[in-house]
């Protein structure tokens, strides 16, 4: 298994510039999510999916868009790239837990994707 | 809503002493709690979770954590800390009703030689 995997390392932008950050997993993990990390601030929740087809919002989602064609692929859209959106992307996924059920599945996360918007 | 503190910025031991890195939570309904580490320029690592039971959770790299619900806390802990647990680390929360993870800020945990 690859685990979950994300593309590119590194991108460098400039400001209006847009992009797709790619992030994929092959352990058929229904629920996936995309977290930006900034100093101090631990990850903060962007958007995130509990399904192919099935998308919402989470903490800070402005700016970015998402779609789940497939299990496997959940890639990230910068629509127009500002300089607030330097950060650390990191994807994740894991097993989705049902409601009231008694199981909390732990997220493996990607190596990450260093963004600058100049 | 769903909140994770994490008190200390930074946490410095030395090697081969006992270390705790604290968390606290805020959740409605039961809390699932987890730990996570993250080394430099890498993706963050699962350590170990608390889903019910024993409130005493072991998990990997000989880290365990405890559960305290009258506290509300869930503080990590080694027995004897090495050079290599330098790292990141994260708590995190998912309440019994939702799907996604609030992560606290984060704690530097630095073992000196």
């Known amino acids: 298994n690859a685990g979950v995997t994300q593309t590119p390392k590194f991108q460098v932008l400039k400001t209006g510039q847009s992009m797709t950050l790619q992030c994929a997993q092959d352990m058929n993990h229904e629920y996936m999510s995309w977290y930006r990390q900034d100093p101090g601030m631990g990850l903060r929740l962007i958007h995130y999916s509990v399904g192919a087809g099935i998308t919402d919002q989470g903490e800070v989602p402005n700016g970015y868009n998402v779609s789940r064609s497939t299990t496997e692929d959940f890639p990230l859209r910068l629509l127009s790239a500002a300089p607030s959106q330097t950060s650390v992307y990191f994807c994740a996924s894991s097993y989705s837990s049902r409601t009231g059920d008694g199981t909390a599945y732990e997220q493996y996360f990607g190596p990450g994707t260093r963004l600058t918007v100049t | 809503a769903q909140s994770v503190a994490q008190p200390e910025d930074q946490v410095n031991v030395a090697e081969g002493n006992p270390l705790t890195v604290k968390c606290t939570y805020s959740v409605s309904g039961n809390p699932y709690l987890f730990w996570y580490v993250q080394y430099p320029n890498r993706g963050l690592q699962f350590l170990l979770k608390?889903?019910?039971?024993?409130?005493l959770v072991k998990g990997s790299y000989g880290f365990e954590a405890e559960f305290n619900k009258s506290q509300t806390s869930f503080h990590l802990k080694k027995p004897s800390a090495l050079v290599s647990d330098s790292a990141l680390y994260f708590c995190?929360?998912?309440?019994?009703?939702?799907?996604?993870?609030?992560f606290g800020p984060g704690t530097r945990l630095s073992v000196l030689p």
């Open positions: 608390y889903i019910t039971g024993d409130n």
């Open positions: 995190a929360v998912r309440d019994g009703d939702g799907q996604n993870f609030v």
